[in-house]
């Protein structure tokens, strides 16, 4: 089992920064491959970047790629998306997800365990 507990999320001007954070417990951290998706009302569940479990490997989402950065640290068993020039459409739910097996990174059924989501809302 694993527990995920996101923060960080909140209100930002078009072009400000935000870092989320996602913390983890119970299965060993450096075991497995985590994610950040988001979700808009209505629609599904967008990929946005995900880490190998060492954090020597990243994958991130054509749509936030030179913007978006995500990172891990496993001493402190948390995983980091750190956000730059935010635009108004970035305004959504992001969630972290955490793969123990395989599956394509991108693909959300590949992730076994979700955190609750935090909101990001970034105002023009």
Do not use: H
């Not at 479990?53 to 891990?72: L, Q």
């Amino acid at each position: 089992q694993v527990q995920l507990v996101e923060s960080g999320g909140g209100l930002v001007q078009a072009g400000g920064s935000l870092r989320l954070s996602c913390a983890a417990s119970g299965r060993t951290f450096s075991s497995y491959a985590m994610g950040w998706f988001r979700q808009a009302p209505g629609k599904e569940r967008e990929f946005v970047a995900a880490v190998n479990w060492s954090g020597g490997s990243t994958y991130t989402a054509d749509s936030v790629k030179g913007r978006f950065t995500i990172s891990r640290d496993n001493a402190q068993n948390t995983v980091y998306l750190q956000m730059n020039s935010l635009k108004p459409e970035d305004t959504v739910v992001y969630y972290c997800a955490a793969k123990t097996g395989r599956g394509t990174y991108y693909y959300t059924p590949s992730y076994d365990y979700w955190g609750q989501g935090t909101q990001v809302t970034v105002s023009s």
